[in-house]
């Protein structure tokens, strides 16, 4: 017990300001740490702020850290209010994302298509009720890419996607937008992929099985070349089976 007492009274002098202890100083926290969203700046309100992705993206105006949310991320804190549920900040300046957004968005992606897409890297958003809208007020549906300027539609993407991810598969299609969800199709599909003109609708990874979700993508080297790889709920058996499958180009391997 004589061994606690010096820590005891340690901690205590910290938490009171006591003593030798350095009273400007939070415990706990190293000097020049900041909590990042408890100081946007006035009109901006985090008080109702959720955020399901994040990314860094560089739109052309410097590198900024984007993040995906509800309607209320970003949202004016004045009567007349514009929320967003897609906002970006640069250490203390926040702001949201074009003329507006809106609904919940799941995934952000900064991503480079190639000659798909060409200009660099765009970024990609989507989620579920999620609208993003243009300079003239008109609403782009589930999934829309942001050009530095204003929102715009990648074609008709329904139902919206939960992961968004760029492969290239080696044949001939080069570097294409992979987009996982909810299912597509009665058949299971959960990824879809957007070549820079139309969408196509993947295979299910379990084609007699469960098709519920896909959750997540990512594109991974084990030696033998890149191979996209799908998380999700799917299986072979009954049940809501949480698996990943390998995508081999032309069919899933799970």
Do not use: K
Not at 90 to 115: F, Q
Not at 236 to 249: H, I, K, P, Q, V
């Amino acid at each position: 017990m004589q061994l606690m007492r010096p820590l005891s009274v340690a901690i205590a002098l910290c938490v009171l300001g006591l003593g030798n202890v350095v009273q400007a100083q939070t415990c706990g926290l190293l000097p020049g740490f900041e909590p990042g969203f408890t100081t946007l700046p006035s009109p901006y309100s985090p008080s109702q702020l959720m955020i399901n992705a994040m990314a860094v993206h560089d739109d052309g105006s410097g590198e900024a850290i984007y993040v995906a949310g509800n309607s209320m991320s970003f949202g004016r804190a004045d009567p007349v209010s514009v929320t967003h549920s897609v906002g970006r900040y640069r250490g203390h300046t926040a702001d949201g994302v074009g003329y507006r957004t809106s609904g919940t968005a799941n995934a952000i992606a900064s991503l480079d298509l190639g000659a798909n897409s060409p200009g660099g890297a765009r970024l990609y958003a989507s989620g579920f009720g999620f609208r993003a809208y243009n300079a003239t007020g008109s609403p782009i549906m589930n999934f829309a890419m942001w050009d530095g300027q204003q929102w715009n539609a990648v074609g008709d993407l329904n139902p919206p996607g939960r992961a968004i991810c760029v492969f290239d598969d080696g044949r001939g299609g080069g570097t294409q937008l992979y987009v996982a969800g909810d299912p597509l199709n009665a058949a299971g599909s959960l990824v879809s992929r957007w070549n820079g003109a139309a969408w196509e609708v993947l295979p299910p990874p379990a084609p007699s099985g469960n098709n519920a979700a896909g959750y997540s993508l990512t594109v991974f080297d084990d030696g033998a070349g890149p191979a996209l790889y799908l998380a999700g709920s799917f299986g072979t058996g009954t049940g809501d089976l949480y698996e990943f499958a390998r995508w081999t180009g032309q069919t899933w391997d799970l």
